[in-house]
Structures are given as C-alpha cells and as structure tokens.
C-alpha cells in the first residue's frame, strides 16, 4: 500500500514477522523505520494516518540493536596502534568487516604506544556515521599509556607513562588532542590520576580503570571522580581477595553514587576468564556487564606470528600470546561469538546476552538513541536465529550485510 | 420489509462466545461485498469483553478470510483529557488491538478525540461523519455492569446523540483496573455516542460475558425499556443480537434461555463459513 505521509516524504519501512528486543523483553511486535530512526507507527497512523511502503519478511528472527564493541585493537590485518600514513583505510577495512559479526558501532582502541603513535593515528581516526560502508565509529579507546607497570599485559613496558606535576597536561602532551577520543582507560593508583579522571569526565570523556594494581578504595575514589568503566574485568587487575576485593569490588560497593552504574568490559571468548568467575561477575551486578571482543589485528586471519602495537604475538588455535610467553595479548573472537558463548556459559536469557552487547555499551558511552529499538532511535539493527547466530546486519534501516544463503 | 428480530444467542463460555460474534461480523461484511465506492460501516467497542473478538476477527484475516479495506470504523467512546497515546485511551487500545494488526486504512478509522479545543463541535462533527458515510450498517457494542451502552450511563436520555459524558462512579470503579486500581488517575468525563445514534444502525450486535453482567442483561431484555439500563432501548430496534456466554445468562428465567437455546441450531448457520463469496481485496 501507498504511504500517505502528511510529514515527511521518505519512505517507511516495516519489518515484520519479528521478535524484537524491547522492554528488556522479546515482544512478537513489527518494527517501523524511517529516515534511518525507528518510528512510532501508532503515531504514523492516527497523526499521518501513513503506512509503509516497504515490507520485509524477518521470518520469525530474533530482531535486536546492532551491537557495539568498545574495546577492539584491530582485525583482518589491521592494527589500529600501528601508525601507518592511511589509518583510516584500516578502519574502514575493520568497519566494514565486522558488520558479519553484528557490530554496528564500534571504538578502535589503541593500546599503550609512545607520543609519536598517537599524534599520527589520533587525526586520522574521527568519529562517523556507519552505513553500508562499515560501522560506525563513535570514537576512539585510548588504553593506556597511564597504566600499571606490574598490570601491563600485552602492552609494551617502555611506552608506560606516568603523572608529572601536570596531570592532564601531561596526558594531552602524550595524546596531542581528545578529540574524536570517546574513552581513555588509566590505573588510578597512579600519584596525580584523580584530578585527571574528574577533567576527563568533564570533558565528556567515558573514563576506565584497568591495567592496575589499585585497591578497592582508590577505585571507588576515581568511580567518585567520575570513572564508570572497568577495563576486561579480572584481566591485569588484582585478584578479588576477600579482605580488599580490589577493583573488582566495584561490581558490589556501596560507594558508587546513587543513580551511577559501573559499567565493567568482559571478554567473553572461553579464554580470558573462566566461565565460573563469568558467572561471579554476572551474578553480582548483570546491569553492568559489557561484552567486548578486545580483538586484535589477527582476528580473522590465519594462525602464525603477527605484530601488535609494539609487540610480536602468536597466535594458536583461538589463544593470541605475547610471542615466547603464555601472557594474553587479546583475544581473536567475535563479537557475535562472545554473545553465543555469554549466553551459554553464564545460562542467562537471550535478552539479557544481546543487551550486554547493544544495551549496557550504548548507557556506558551516553548514547541513548543506540543500544535500543525505542521510538526514535538509530535504526541499527541485527537479526539473528533463536541460536543468536547472525542472519542479517541492518545500519539506519538499510541492509549492510546478509547471510549467504 | 427488513427483518425485524431479537436474537439471543447464548455459547457456552467466552471462547465460544468471541468466535460467534466474530463469524457473525465477518460474514456480514463478506456478504456486503464492500468495494472502492461501497463501504462497510462498522460501529466498534473497547474493554475487555470485546477482544477476544478482535483476536478472532484477526484470525480470520491474517487467514485471508476477510479484508477491511473497504472498511470504515467508527468507534463508541473516548476518554475526555487524556493524552492519545497514553496506553489506556481508546486509541491505544483500538491500535494495539486491532487496527495494527489487520489492513485498515487509518482515514477510514474514526475515534472521537478527547483533547479537541471544542467539545461539543468534535462530538457534533463525529455525527456528521456518520451521516456522510451512509449511516452504520452494524454496531457492536458491549454492556457494562450497570447495563449502559458506550458511556451513556443510567439515567441518559434514550434519544441521545453522541455529547460529553460525565462518568457514574459505578463505571470508574469498573474501569480504575486499568489505572493501576487508582480511582483518582481515572477521566471523568468521556465522549460518547447517544443511545439515539446507535439506535440508527441498522443493526446492532451486542456482547456480553461473564456474571458480572448478568444483573445487567436481565434489566436488559426481561424487564421493561428504562433509561436507568440504558441497554434495554434495543428491545425497540429493528434488528439486535445479543451474544452472550453461560455466565452472562445466570441471571434470567431458565425458561427465557432455555427458549432460545432451542434457537441455536438456526442462528448457527449466520456463522458457517460462507462457501463461494469473493472476497474483494
């Protein structure tokens, strides 16, 4: 049928046959899409008394946001940290890759890396709308240099920096410039690091803790600076002790400010963290559960030997190691792996895996028209099989990328 | 001549009951034959007791049994005041109940607005919009424990036309359910039409279930015409069909079910499936 649009000529889509994820809830409801925002197709009615042009069959899909990964360092051969004369040919190249694994939106994130790195690549990366060309960029995740030198992981000792008189001062001489940059992860145990977590978050940057050996108080000091995030929860942190439960006892203090939620990254790929203390983390603060792929440059490709950042690495089988050493140097997963993998190993609701990756991200970063199929908002989009398995991957209402049959 | 008739039809629960008034309506449209310059004009109620009838009439639909293209709607009632898109108005429930679901053109679709600047012209313009769509061919309605048609509470003139209501506390004690139980968050008042407008249809169905409604159906049909049981003017209108379940009959003579009861077996066949009509889509 015709659309009779008394308000806007462009034309509406409406997808049908779907569950879609809404309410925290999967409800049998159409989903509505117009000028790439999700529609209110009551208000089409009675108001425009419009209807759709368009009609696409989701035969009977799970239909949820696109997903959205803030912590990935790369993929397909391209890594972010590595300071090439085009680093934005490689994130369009990663961007457009992983619309297959259901991303959306995404934050190339560069680990630790000397001045020199960031001031080539941060100018190259802005932040951009996603389309049919690759997801959306929403900004970059700085992680690192300001970081823990027994908590350093993968990342390159020499390149670790500290706080000198100048707090953010010395930050912006080691970054150059914020801007495009949407979230920065630093220990705060660090001298000087407070007052540096309360101007980043003025400044609007999403800021994290990780990499660190702080203890519970330090951590819930930078939560009250402003800090909302925790880095690959377990990894290059201390150990939860029952006595000082570390950053970790952030999933459960009772000195985060009311109406505040720490929000913690997990890398959900069966390797990064046993399924058991998944499970732990899950159970004591599910709002809070981001799933992140940290995935690096060789995610996608072929085992071997590849360069991260500053570093070798080796990749066997689904394990990425700091070459010679059995240290995680981030993981090869997918995001839609790690939905799968959530799901089955903590035993939680379909609704509740696909919020962990579209929902909790989008509050993290203040995005409130993604992360959700409210009136509104973006129309970034998955279908997916009753398995969460991807059949269709949509950007502002239009298909970017589809299952071969 | 048309036929004059009062027809009760009674099912055994509510189930049953929806499904009768549902073929009922479906099959009355299907033998119209409603085209492009034809329409079928189609009076519609809200509440509960209606939607398993929707749900039906929706069944049939979606099974390619009936189209409502040529269809125009007009419905009973609307809150007065309250937002359009708050879920409990009238609009919201005639979208999420039904109109979202089947292939009704919005322009065809009329519900009174409770938030228009001048009342009484809207309810006057919503007259008018009957008069100019040839009059309802059906009405459906339901009955309310204090046996009102729409909003046309004990005591209304029974050649009433569709105005401003104010609501008896019987109804917003009924209807405080929707409103989290909270009398105060309930409208007063609401725009109805008048006993005299559904009273022009050439036919009205109504529904009735439950035993809360019996009391109700009683005053309706076993005692005489009254203003105080506003339901009870259909005993004066041409062609009505009251559609009960078990429940809704507790209250009347056994010798009044029991009669037409016998009767079923004739009204049945109102509700077959109607083997050669084409459906105009």
Redesign the interface.
């Known amino acids: 049928m015709p659309s009779n649009k008394s308000v806007s000529d462009a034309p509406i889509t409406q997808f049908v046959n779907c569950r879609i994820l809404r309410g925290s809830r999967l409800q049998r409801e159409d989903l509505w899409v117009r000028s790439g925002s999700i529609l209110d197709p009551e208000k089409l009615f009675f108001d425009e008394q419009g209807y759709a042009d368009d009609r696409v069959d989701c035969e009977g899909s799970i239909m949820a946001p696109g997903f959205i990964d803030v912590q990935i360092n790369g993929g397909y051969g391209v890594d972010f940290s590595e300071a090439s004369e085009d680093v934005s040919a490689g994130v369009s190249l990663v961007s457009k890759k992983i619309l297959q694994h259901g991303v959306t939106s995404f934050c190339p994130t560069l680990v630790t890396s000397p001045a020199a790195v960031y001031h080539k690549v941060l100018p190259q990366v802005k932040v951009h709308d996603g389309g049919a060309h690759g997801a959306g960029v929403l900004g970059l995740h700085l992680e690192g240099p300001f970081i823990s030198a027994e908590k350093k992981g993968a990342h390159p000792e020499r390149f670790l920096r500290t706080f000198q008189a100048g707090g953010i001062d010395d930050l912006m001489a080691a970054y150059g410039s914020l801007d495009n940059v949407a979230m920065v992860t630093l220990a705060p145990e660090l001298a000087g690091s407070q007052s540096v977590v309360r101007e980043l978050c003025r400044r609007g940057v999403t800021v994290s803790l990780g990499h660190s050996v702080a203890n519970l108080s330090q951590a819930e000091e930078a939560v009250d600076q402003g800090a909302s995030f925790i880095t690959h929860l377990f990894n290059a942190m201390l150990p939860f002790h029952h006595r000082d439960p570390g950053i970790v006892g952030l999933l459960t203090s009772d000195r985060v400010p009311s109406g505040r939620t720490v929000f913690y990254g997990m890398i959900a790929d069966g390797i990064h963290t046993n399924p058991a203390a998944l499970r732990i983390a899950h159970r004591a603060h599910p709002e809070g559960l981001v799933l992140v792929t940290d995935a690096i440059m060789a995610m996608g490709l072929p085992p071997g030997r590849r360069t991260l950042g500053q570093q070798v690495i080796e990749i066997q089988g689904l394990h990425a190691y700091v070459a010679g050493t059995k240290t995680l140097s981030g993981s090869i997963a997918t995001m839609d792996t790690c939905v799968r993998h959530f799901k089955h190993a903590t035993g939680c609701s379909v609704e509740e895996a696909l919020e962990a990756a579209s929902l909790h991200p989008a509050q993290l970063l203040r995005l409130h028209h993604k992360g959700n199929l409210d009136y509104g908002s973006d129309a970034d989009l998955v279908l997916l099989d009753d398995d969460l398995n991807l059949k269709a991957t949509f950007i502002s209402g239009e298909e970017v990328w589809k299952k071969a049959p | 001549m048309s036929p004059r008739t009062m027809k009760l039809i009674v099912l055994n629960d509510y189930e049953q009951a929806s499904e009768w008034a549902a073929k009922y309506i479906r099959n009355k449209i299907l033998l119209f034959r409603p085209g492009p310059d034809r329409f079928f004009t189609l009076g519609l109620p809200t509440g509960s007791t209606p939607m398993g009838c929707y749900k039906k009439l929706i069944e049939y639909y979606e099974m390619g049994q009936i189209s409502f293209q040529y269809v125009k709607t007009f419905n009973m009632d609307e809150y007065v005041g309250l937002p ?2 708050h879920p409990e108005s009238y ?2 429930f005639m ?2 109940q039904f ?2 679901h089947i ?1 009704i ?3 065809n679709t009329h519900i009174l607005d409770g938030n228009a600047a001048d009342l009484q012209a809207e309810c006057a313009a919503f007259e008018e919009k009957i008069t100019a769509a040839g009059g309802i061919e059906l009405f459906v309605g339901g009955i309310g424990p204090d046996g009102h048609i729409a909003f046309n509470e004990p005591g209304s003139s029974l050649v009433s036309r569709t105005r401003v209501k104010t609501l008896a506390k019987d109804t917003i004690v009924a209807n405080a359910r929707f409103f989290d139980g909270d009398l105060s968050k309930v409208p007063t008042m609401a725009l109805t039409v008048g006993v005299g407008t559904v009273m022009d249809a050439k036919e009205v169905l109504i529904l009735i279930t439950g035993a809360h409604k019996a009391f109700a159906l009683y005053k309706a049909i076993e005692e005489g015409v009254n203003h105080m049981w506003t339901v009870s003017a259909f005993q004066q209108h041409p062609q009505t069909v009251f559609v009960c379940d078990e429940d809704a009959t507790l209250e009347l003579r056994v010798k009044t079910v029991k009669y037409f009861k016998g009767m079923m077996h004739v009204h049945n066949r109102l509700v077959e499936t109607l083997p050669s009509v084409p459906k105009k889509n």
């Open positions: 359009r898109d609009h919201s979208w999420n109109f979202k292939d053109k919005a322009e």
